[in-house]
């Protein structure tokens, strides 16, 4: 019989908290690069926030990028971005919006099906308006704010307030410089990054609630041990399915940044940066955080927890 594989020792023994305050240091300055960056520079908000026409085309033969542009740019529609991806007959074209109503959209595709001719296959057209893309900017704000009040509750619930606020700030801290990044990079921001940033929350809740649930645990079993201890250790013992299970899906997204194509792009980017930072957030910003505010050594003080606290012996 073939023995399973371990990846990592099955309990560890690394000092997570070693180099705590190197980490607490290097995450204000990406949140505070993030911020400066957002403040300045902005997003390249897609189509969809922005407003816009979006036309996915394939040609028969290799696309000529500079033809097809001159043919648009005649056309007087405003910007215009012509972008090849995939293989090598696969075109996007991007047009401001035309500031008038549909009509004035669909007058805008039509002229350029019938400026490029035949030849071509349409295989996506999207028309967003300003008002629409408007209303997606807050719909996808107050979808962001509403999911984490209701992780942060959930986790004060399940784990008491100082596990949720720590969970909540590792999730705030990934979030933001998720957003940050596109900022710096002027990766175009669209309705998929927005659900990668989203799915990346969830991402970074479910690691801190493994190891919060055994911390939980360990109280119950340690309970004399100083909680600085006993947080290492509970991250010690959860590093084995921490390396499989992020591993798995940093392999998964990575292999869609590769071959996902331009359309799942942003999508793939901001969930291979974000499975990183989540899983970087769990262990080096929320576990100390939580020492921190359970007074450090305290033992037992922050989790609620049916049983009395038992101080920590000196």
Same mark, same amino acid.
């Given at each position: 019989m073939f023995k399973p594989i371990r990846l990592v020792k099955k309990v560890p023994n690394l000092d997570f908290f070693r180099f705590h305050k190197m980490c607490f240091a290097l995450s204000a300055f990406l949140c505070l690069g993030s911020i400066?960056?957002?403040?300045?520079?902005?997003?390249?908000?897609?189509?969809?926030?922005?407003?816009?026409?979006?036309?996915?085309?394939?040609?028969?033969?290799?696309?000529?990028?500079a033809q097809m542009r001159e043919k648009i740019g005649n056309l007087n529609l405003g910007d215009v971005a012509l972008q090849e991806f995939g293989a090598s007959n696969d075109v996007l074209i991007r047009i401001e919006g035309q500031g008038g109503d549909e009509k004035a959209e669909m007058a805008a595709v039509a002229a350029v099906r019938e400026t490029l001719g035949a030849g071509y296959e349409y295989r996506r057209v999207e028309v967003v308006g300003p008002k629409v893309g408007a209303e997606l900017v807050t719909g996808? #704000? @107050?979808?962001?704010? !509403?999911?984490?009040? $209701?992780?942060?509750?959930?986790?004060? =619930?399940? /784990?008491?307030?100082?596990?949720?606020?720590?969970?909540?700030?590792? #999730? @705030?801290?990934?979030? !933001?410089?998720?957003? $940050?990044?596109?900022?710096?990079?002027? =990766?175009? /921001?669209?309705?998929n990054v927005l659900a990668a940033v989203v799915t990346i929350a969830g991402f970074s809740i479910n690691d801190t609630v493994v190891i919060d649930d055994?911390?939980?645990?360990?109280?119950?079993?340690?309970?004399?041990?100083?909680?600085?201890?006993?947080?290492?250790?509970?991250?010690n013992e959860t590093m084995a399915r921490t390396v499989v299970t992020n591993g798995l899906v940093f392999l998964a997204v990575f292999a869609l940044l590769v071959l996902g194509g331009q359309v799942l792009f942003g999508f793939a980017v901001a969930m291979t940066w974000g499975v990183v930072l989540g899983t970087y957030s769990t262990i080096y910003v929320a576990a100390p955080m939580e020492w921190y505010l359970a007074g450090k050594d305290t033992h037992r003080a922050h989790h609620d927890d049916d049983e009395a606290p038992v101080p920590a012996k000196p």
């Open positions: 400066l960056s957002i403040a300045t520079l902005g997003l390249n908000f897609g189509v969809d926030f922005a407003g816009g026409i979006l036309i996915e085309v394939r040609s028969q033969g290799p696309a000529d990028l996808g #704000i @107050l979808a962001v704010t !509403l999911s984490l009040l $209701g992780i942060m509750a959930y986790m004060a =619930l399940r /784990f008491g307030w100082r596990a949720g606020l720590a969970g909540v700030v590792a #999730i @705030l801290h990934d979030c !933001l410089t998720t957003v $940050g990044f596109f900022s710096i990079t002027q =990766l175009q /921001f669209d309705l055994r911390i939980r645990e360990n109280l119950r079993k340690y309970k004399a041990m100083p909680f600085r201890q006993l947080i290492n250790r509970s991250v």
